[in-house]
């Protein structure tokens, strides 16, 4: 395990389950539905022998109905002091509401097995850091599908025949999210009136594959953070769209999802705080080597 990263383990993970109960701590529930990923915040409510129970922390105007279902993997994730605290667990049972909100499949509380280690990582791996200078890192992202269409993106390149997808570059990163560089497809678009879908979400069309990026919108990203390694797969969703200063594309903020849902995908996170933490010490080493160049003689 990295050693930026601590499991707690034995009573440590009930004490800090309770913690987040009587602090009334706002955790982020990540969850595969229909092979697309979902995000939820929520609130531990309680804890009784070896199962916990969770509830929407939306307010109640703004309740969504969870497409979410007994034995079903969850990822939890919730901030506290020091660090971001992690686990995956399995959905036990689902207790419905007893307001109004139970007839359109709103609010009640999701109980959840207490899992019996809970990671935590520390909060400086969530800061973002810059692609060093002396790095050119590309990103290719896709539009989200379903298992079998995702796993096959992972084995294979994304290609003009057979996927939608988008090259762009790398400008920063941490252990929860990144930003993106990403050419408009032609000229025209960065001067068109941008479309919006029958929600009002904006979107417009990028690079080679026509493909249509909007806030709110998931996505699988891939990269190769130094020449030697292997690439890196994930799952982000959009949470910003800027234009950049030259007018030829767009800056996307991405927020990293999934990875505490499994084992597979907390060894992803272990390997971003790596990346990170990389990138950092290159960045400082070449600011120290410019430190220290000989100022040059003026005649």
Same mark, same amino acid.
């Given at each position: 395990?990295?050693?930026?990263?601590?499991?707690?383990?034995?009573?440590?993970?009930?004490?800090?389950?309770?913690?987040?109960?009587?602090?009334?701590?706002?955790?982020?529930?990540?969850?595969?539905?229909?092979?697309?990923?979902?995000?939820?915040?929520?609130?531990?409510?309680?804890? #009784?022998?070896?199962?916990?129970?969770?509830?929407?922390?939306?307010?109640?105007?703004?309740?969504?109905?969870?497409?979410?279902?007994?034995?079903?993997?969850?990822?939890?994730?919730?901030?506290?002091?020091?660090?971001?605290?992690?686990?995956?667990?399995?959905?036990?049972?689902?207790?419905?509401?007893?307001? $109004?909100?139970?007839?359109?499949?709103?609010?009640?509380?999701?109980?959840?097995?207490? $899992?019996?280690?809970?990671? #935590?990582?520390?909060?400086?791996?969530?800061?973002? #850091?810059?692609? $060093?200078?002396?790095?050119?890192?590309?990103?290719?992202?896709?539009?989200?599908?379903?298992?079998?269409?995702?796993?096959?993106?992972?084995?294979?390149?994304?290609?003009?025949?057979?996927?939608?997808?988008?090259? *762009?570059? @790398?400008?920063?990163?941490?252990?929860?999210?990144? /930003?993106?560089?990403?050419?408009?497809?032609?000229?025209?678009?960065?001067?068109?009136?941008?479309?919006?879908?029958?929600?009002?979400?904006?979107?417009?069309?990028?690079?080679?594959?026509?493909?249509?990026?909007?806030?709110?919108?998931?996505?699988?990203?891939?990269?190769?953070?130094? +020449?030697?390694?292997? +690439?890196?797969?994930?799952?982000? /969703?959009?949470?910003?769209? @800027? +234009?950049?200063?030259?007018?030829?594309?767009?800056?996307?903020?991405? /927020?990293?999802?999934?990875?505490?849902?499994?084992?597979? *995908?907390?060894?992803?996170?272990?390997?971003?705080?790596?990346?990170?933490?990389?990138?950092?010490?290159?960045?400082?080493?070449?600011?120290?080597?410019?430190?220290? /160049?000989?100022?040059?003689?003026? #005649?």
């Amino acid at each position: 395990m990295n050693n930026k990263v601590m499991v707690l383990r034995g009573d440590e993970p009930e004490k800090i389950l309770r913690t987040a109960i009587n602090k009334q701590i706002v955790a982020i529930m990540s969850y595969l539905s229909k092979g697309k990923w979902h995000v939820a915040k929520v609130l531990l409510t309680e804890l #009784v022998g070896d199962r916990i129970g969770i509830e929407s922390a939306a307010p109640k105007k703004r309740l969504h109905p969870l497409n979410i279902q007994a034995n079903q993997p969850v990822g939890i994730s919730f901030k506290y002091e020091y660090g971001k605290f992690l686990f995956d667990t399995t959905v036990v049972a689902l207790e419905a509401s007893s307001g $109004p909100e139970a007839d359109q499949g709103w609010g009640g509380t999701i109980v959840l097995a207490v $899992p019996d280690r809970i990671e #935590v990582v520390q909060r400086r791996s969530y800061f973002r #850091v810059e692609v $060093p200078q002396s790095l050119k890192v590309k990103v290719v992202l896709w539009h989200r599908g379903n298992r079998r269409q995702a796993q096959k993106q992972i084995q294979d390149a994304p290609d003009d025949q057979t996927h939608n997808y988008c090259q *762009g570059r @790398l400008i920063d990163i941490s252990a929860g999210g990144a /930003q993106v560089i990403v050419p408009y497809q032609n000229e025209q678009d960065s001067l068109a009136v941008p479309r919006r879908d029958s929600k009002g979400n904006v979107s417009r069309s990028f690079c080679a594959g026509e493909l249509d990026l909007r806030k709110g919108q998931f996505v699988g990203m891939r990269f190769t953070p130094m +020449p030697y390694e292997m +690439p890196v797969m994930i799952s982000a /969703q959009i949470r910003t769209i @800027l +234009p950049t200063s030259d007018g030829n594309g767009a800056s996307l903020g991405l /927020q990293i999802v999934g990875l505490e849902a499994s084992p597979e *995908g907390r060894e992803v996170l272990a390997r971003l705080i790596d990346i990170v933490e990389n990138y950092y010490q290159i960045s400082q080493s070449g600011a120290r080597q410019q430190d220290i /160049q000989p100022a040059q003689n003026i #005649v």
